[in-house]
């Protein structure tokens, strides 16, 4: 099996951070996957939670003083100081794989079309990046790249340096068919998958649904975000757990 570390941010958010390594340990059947998770705080509180899903996970404290997409670019590159394997796949901590294919899609992608990075949604505003929620690319790419903000007002946003990289290599880059990009996908989709308000589905080239992210994990976990008709971080938790069950 290749192997594969696995990068999480996080910040004091215990229950949607074990949700998602609960997702990612339940829909993988090809890879050995490696979990760094980095906790931006001095919380310990659920380090042993954490660490009792898996032998291959490592926590690390990372106690800083950024916030942000500057927080998040802050536990990435401290997480690949600690990556040793060949690929790297990078992710928040409020994201689900639901299907057993989802690493192998990025994978192939990567390994048999030759493209440099692969994620499952773009954002749509400034370069049109691959969204740092979720991208698979090699330890020699992700190391060599600066993944903080830069420029005023953030010209790039925190990973959108990957993007900038393979246009400035002439390198291709993917991302997912997804409802965040496309939204009359939406109408497509079956249950369960169907009824998550302004929940990112990712699909396959043959629209099986590969990876949700409910964006602003951490803050709805605060209780410091929330819009009126989204999803919360309730209604997610209790999501995830009907799908791992």
Known sequence: MTNIDVIIPTFKSKDI????????????????????????????????????????????????????????ANALHRGIKESASDYVFVCHNDVLAVHRDWMKFLFDKITKEDYCIAGFCKDNVRINAVHVSGILTTRNVIASVDLYPTGSGSILDVGDSLTQYCIDNNFRYFSCRNTHNISKLECELTPPFNRLNNVDRALSDTNEVLWLHIGRGTPKTHKTYHKSGRLTIDEWIEFGKNILQ
Do not use: C
Request: charged share 20%; net charge negative; no cysteine.
């Open 17 to 72: 951070t074990l949700l998602t390594l609960k997702s990612f340990l339940k829909f993988n059947d090809y890879f050995d996957f490696k979990y760094i998770v980095v906790e931006n705080s001095n919380d310990e509180s659920y380090k042993n939670d954490v660490l009792s899903l898996s032998d291959n996970i490592t926590w690390i404290q990372n106690p800083i003083s950024e916030v942000g997409s500057f927080a998040n």
